[in-house]
């Protein structure tokens, strides 16, 4: 088993930043790659960036290029999501995941999840 846990979630205005944290431990894959995803009410679980297990590649849904990064501490197993320039519409559920092998979208691909931190993005 892995156990995934989030923190960093918090209130905080238009336009600022937080940096979400998500520790690994447990079980451990040869390869994989860890990402990010949120859940708004009512809504959809989304994508929002994932990176490989090496750490030297990133990828980012549209919606966050330029303003999110993904990164990893392999010796810490922990890995970030810097988030500046935040919109209202981002406040969600945001959950770190980790599946053996490339990265996906798609949510159902993911073995393993944290319990979700939650930001909100307020005015």
């Known amino acids: 088993q892995v156990q995934l846990s989030e923190s960093g979630g918090g209130l905080v205005q238009i336009g600022g930043s937080l940096r979400l944290s998500c520790a690994a431990s447990?079980?451990?894959?040869?390869?994989?790659?860890m990402a990010w995803f949120r859940q708004a009410p009512g809504k959809e679980r989304e994508f929002v960036a994932a990176?490989?297990?090496?750490?030297?590649?990133?990828y980012y849904a549209d919606s966050v290029k330029g303003r999110f990064t993904i990164s990893r501490n392999s010796a810490k197993n922990t890995t970030y999501l810097q988030m500046n320039s935040l919109k209202p519409e981002e406040t969600a559920s945001y959950y770190c995941?980790?599946?053996?092998?490339?990265?996906?979208?798609?949510?159902?691909?993911?073995?393993?999840w944290g319990q979700g931190t939650q930001v909100t993005v307020s005015s």
């Open positions: 995941a980790i599946r053996p092998g490339g990265w996906r979208t798609s949510p159902s691909l993911y073995e393993y």
């Open positions: 447990g079980r451990t894959f040869s390869s994989y790659s």
């Open positions: 990176i490989s297990w090496s750490g030297t590649h990133t």
